[in-house]
């Protein structure tokens, strides 16, 4: 069997257990989500908790001002996290069908640790993605995976212009779910999966709750442990970010689009070369 249908197989089973959270392996836990962004500042906030609302599920309704989102790496990022990070990228570039971010590269000598606070790392101008080492001046629980914060100008929800992400790097080994290992009594946790989630709040996505849309990558909660990730969108988690950001050819079929990303490549963390064939059932993950 190909690496892609057993890993479709594999991500259905997983779809499955997010939505029943039926733990099917020792090294899985739930974590919740709740706490997990920030807006800076603002004075109101979008009606996004109320399905009957043209707001509903997003926290900034137009989206960012000037796309793409030029965005640079901490210094110390390994390669393989930023790969499941800009797999991440690519996922929701898919989704609306248009370019939506540009790496601007390393953020030199800069990484999480370098800021004293949360939100002074917004103060510098860069959309930074950054690995903190010392959580707690983030004013954040130990639990909380990671943290979103950004800015709206001129204080209103509307739109964004700045926006940083900040990785709980030393309570979790935040990496490739499916092929490391926990590291240093750190619980892995899936970058690619957790990223996915925190640049949905960076484009402008609220928490939709598991009762509204259960296999949404916006649930206020996140399965994690060695071989668990969560790489795809849901069809209303591409119909909300197209209503930020409109669709482009073929993503307007959000259902086709959903299809596609769930058998694209991108949605196993493999952004470039051919497509591998891989025939050792031994190192199917998830169970
Ligand atoms: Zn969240």
């Known amino acids: 069997m190909s690496l892609l249908s ?32 920030d ?13 009957a ?38 996922t929701w570039e898919i989704a609306v069908g248009r370019k939506l ?11 999480g640790d370098s800021f004293p606070d949360l939100y002074s790392s917004l103060r510098d101008g860069i959309n930074g993605q950054y ?6 001046k983030t004013g954040k629980n130990n639990m909380i995976l990671a943290t979103t914060i950004w800015n709206n100008p001129g204080n209103a929800y509307q739109t964004i212009d700045a926006a940083d992400i900040r990785y ?29 989630h925190e640049l949905g709040h960076l484009l402008g996505l609220a928490h939709i709750g598991e009762d509204y849309d259960s296999s949404s990558i916006m649930n206020p909660s996140i399965l994690i442990g060695e071989g668990i990730a969560m790489r795809s969108l849901s069809v209303g988690d591409i119909k909300r ?33 051919p497509a591998v064939e891989e025939a050792d059932p031994s190192s199917e993950p998830g169970h």
């Open 6 to 37: 057993r890993y479709l197989i594999i991500a259905g089973a997983l779809t499955a257990a997010f939505a029943n959270f039926i733990a099917c392996g020792a090294q899985m836990y739930k974590v919740s989500l709740t706490g997990d962004h």
């Open 39 to 51: 807006q800076k500042e603002g004075t109101s906030l979008a009606n996004s908790t109320d399905p």
């Open 53 to 90: 609302s043209p707001e509903f599920g997003l926290h900034a309704p137009q989206g960012w001002r000037n796309l793409p989102i030029r965005y640079k790496s901490d210094a110390k990022m390994p390669a393989i996290q930023l790969k499941g990070l800009q797999s991440a990228m690519a």
């Open 101 to 111: 971010f540009q790496y601007g590269g390393i953020h030199a000598s800069v990484t």
């Open 131 to 136: 690995n903190d080492e010392r959580w707690a």
């Open 168 to 196: 709980n790097s030393e309570i979790y080994f935040i990496s490739d779910a499916l092929t490391q290992k926990p590291m240093d009594q750190r619980e892995i946790v899936d970058m690619q999966s957790l990223a996915t």
């Open 241 to 273: 970010i197209q209503k930020i950001y409109g669709c482009q050819a073929t993503a307007c079929d959000a259902d086709a689009t959903a299809r596609s990303i769930m058998q694209s490549r991108t949605s196993f963390g493999l952004t470039g070369g």
